[in-house]
């Protein structure tokens, strides 16, 4: 699907490539090339709009301005946040964007790659900060944009969080974010009392169902076999063969020790929220 | 004998049937294809209305704010104006690339507007000081940054829906219920707008499946 949407909309550069390659090499030589160039050139394009891997916290310092035991505070605040409104909150840090693009532009696509809030609710909201570059954005999903309207971003931006970000206290600004955007959103939907995470209910995975099937087939073929044989040996072994290879394939989705999880819920944004500097 | 000639009546009929039925899946995929351009149509349309809504409140407090420059905000007027004659179905998906073009046209030229209008604010230190100045600013800034996402989304389903249309089993179809393909945005012109990543070979259509909702 990617490649095919890719390759209606040749690159001129490499149209021109090609043209060349036509001159000069034989026909074969030239499929082959002509493949390749254009393999190469939507490997390029797939490489410039990589966007940071999914956190497995909700809150991620990447630029290290939180001493750690406030980190893990922060964190455990907004998987509790996320237990009792289901609304999930995802603060990162950085150092400098990771993109060449907008703030506006690279956020929206984080935002998406990662999908914060639940699918259908698309209660999320992410906490941008870039350090050096002195920017910040708090990006609300689809079903806040009520609840945490451009306004009230741009006035926790400024009023609550700048102040204290330019007098070097990114603690106490991140503190101020985060209570402002619980105030401001907490009432709006209700939790489970679980995350996405420790639920446990995020998409079936295919692979193991895959697998589930083909160990189903086997044991079928191979009891058709033994019936065929005339004997019932295959058929002992079958039962507890499926169950525990498709129990064991199911109950790895629980975060591991110390902190909470986060994994995202399947959330949207169509781009609101506000973006400061300080 | 008879067997044989009963198996290949059957083997037909089963192809028959996988093929009629590989039909009416594609058709289904179009339908909600199609669908899904529509939907993403009417988002667009709901964020530039958003827009449109707000400049009445914007004109009303510039207005307000001692001496400023008129000429900026008779062009926003005129081109919220402009904004309202160029009208397409919200509930339909252009098929004209011309019609579309207008339609961009003349919102893009509200767009420069009211950043024109931004940026002379930039001289009235008193009106950007108000509380109503800094939200007004605050909600232009957010519905820019929506347009320009629903409008990628937008386009990514038109790219989804016409590639489909383009494919080997579905073309098909696209002649006999006469699905028709739907018109991009354009990359916009001028620096007016905030750079962008450019991963898109230099054609005019936007980039699939970047901003897009992700469909698993």
Known sequence: ?278 | MKISIFKIGTSVLGLAAIFSLSGCNSYNRLVILEQNVNKKWADVQSVYQRRADLIPNLVNTVAGSANFEKSTLTEVTNARASVGRVQLDPNKAPEDAEQLKKFQAAQGQLSNALSRLLVVSENYPQLRATEAFQNLQAQLEGTENRISVERNNYNSAVQDLNTALERFPTNMLNKMFGFKPRAFFQAETGSEKAPTVNFNFGSPAPAPAATAAPTP
């Open chain 1, 1 to 278: 699907m990617e490649i095919t949407l890719k390759l209606s909309q040749p690159d001129p550069a490499v149209r021109a490539g090609l043209a060349v390659l036509l001159g000069m090499t034989t026909m074969r030589r030239r499929l082959r090339l002509g493949i390749l160039a254009l393999f190469a050139s939507a490997i390029v394009a797939h490489a410039a709009e990589t966007v940071p891997p999914k956190p497995d916290r909700y809150f991620n310092d990447y630029a290290g301005v939180v001493l750690p035991g406030a980190a893990q505070r922060f964190n455990e605040q907004l998987a509790q946040f996320e237990r009792e409104t289901s609304n999930q909150i995802v603060v990162a840090v950085w150092r400098k964007m990771p993109s060449q693009s907008s703030i506006e532009d690279f956020t929206q696509r984080t935002f998406q790659a990662w999908q914060v809030g639940q699918k259908g609710r698309n209660n999320g909201v992410v906490f941008f900060v870039f350090v050096d570059d002195h920017r910040m954005r708090i990006q609300p999903g689809y079903g806040l944009e009520g609840a945490l309207p451009d306004i009230t971003c741009n006035e926790i931006i400024r009023d609550a969080v700048a102040p204290r970000f330019r007098a070097n206290d990114f603690e106490g600004g991140l503190a101020a974010g985060i209570d402002l955007i619980f105030k401001a959103i907490r009432g709006e939907y209700k939790g489970s009392g679980k995350t996405v995470r420790e639920s446990g209910s995020t998409q079936s995975n295919p692979a193991g169902l895959l697998i589930f099937f083909f160990v189903l087939v086997i044991i079928l073929l191979a009891i058709r076999a033994s019936r065929r044989l005339g004997g019932y040996r295959y058929t002992g072994g079958g039962g507890p063969f499926v169950s525990g290879n498709w129990g064991s394939g199911s109950g790895w989705s629980s975060g591991g020790g110390g902190f909470s999880g986060f994994s995202g819920g399947g959330g949207s944004s169509g781009g609101g929220g506000a973006s400061g500097s300080w």
